[in-house]
């Protein structure tokens, strides 16, 4: 891992595995773990740079987990399709140097998923209104994704409202965050923000992601995932108000 001291490279290794767990006991979580860890010791920029290949393979391995990809893919294109364009446009944001207001944005967005997620009741969304809501949470998504390098707010609330089975729904996320990490890495790149050290750590990270995600499907069997998706969300709101705070002083 070129340019890295041994107890930043431990800090990589640590946050990828344990990164990894949480993916295989809840089945997501990877980047946002990834980018709240690193993004709060290198920059969000940094952190987005290394989490472009671990967070593509593990998705990528959770897409093709269902056998529904061809319907969920003609759903769900119009979101994909906006993920794209706003998360390009939104890189702007990541890559312009402003290391503070990455800094705040990604706290920000980290407790409000957060949050939410722990107290929000579960939607339901009418198939009606699927036509045009998709393409306006699909843009949100992606700007919010280019900005700070979540994927999740509002993509997952609005894909868990459409009542999709439990399978399918696993299907559809995967789905969404591997459009998400494709796009962000367009931006990235598109904006020169992409060293090539950066990637062959991000290809090195793979490694402990991966094991993570066997240890947490080892664990997944033997605890309550609520209740570690709870404890995993609590977490996530604590570190984003961390961030946020430190980013304003």
């Known amino acids: 891992m070129p340019g890295y001291s041994l107890p930043l490279i ?23 773990v990834a980018m709240g860890v690193l993004g709060s010791t290198l920059s969000p920029l940094g952190a987005a740079t290394l989490l472009l290949v671990p967070s593509f393979v593990t998705n990528v391995w959770q897409l093709f987990a269902g056998p529904k990809l061809g319907m969920l893919i003609r759903r769900l294109w119009p979101m994909l399709l906006t993920i794209i364009i706003g998360t390009i446009v939104g ?15 990604l706290g920000i967005a980290l407790v409000f998923y957060a949050a939410y997620t722990l107290l929000a009741k579960a939607l339901r969304i009418s ?5 045009w809501l998709s393409p306006v949470i699909g843009l949100v998504t992606g700007l919010v994704t280019g900005a700070t390098g979540v994927f999740v707010i509002p993509a997952v609330p609005y894909i868990q409202s459409l009542g999709l089975e439990r399978d399918d729904l696993v299907q559809a996320l995967g789905l969404s965050f591997t459009v998400s990490t494709i796009a962000l890495a367009i931006g990235l790149f598109w904006h020169g923000a992409t060293p090539i ?14 094991l993570g995600m066997v240890a947490g499907q080892w664990i997944r069997i033997r605890i309550s995932p ?9 977490f996530l709101l604590l570190l984003g108000l961390e961030m946020a705070v430190h980013g304003l002083r």
Do not use: C, D, W, Y
């Open 226 to 234: 609520q209740l570690f998706r709870r404890l995993f969300l609590i």
């Open 91 to 105: 890189s702007m944001v990541l890559t312009g140097g402003n290391t503070k207001l990455t800094t705040i944005g």
């Open 10 to 32: 431990a800090l990589i290794i640590t946050t990828f595995f344990a990164a990894g767990i949480v993916k295989g006991v809840t089945g997501m979580g990877l980047p946002t």
């Open 197 to 210: 050290g950066n990637l062959l750590t991000s290809a090195l990270a793979v490694v402990p992601a991966l």
């Open 127 to 131: 198939h009606r209104l699927e036509p």
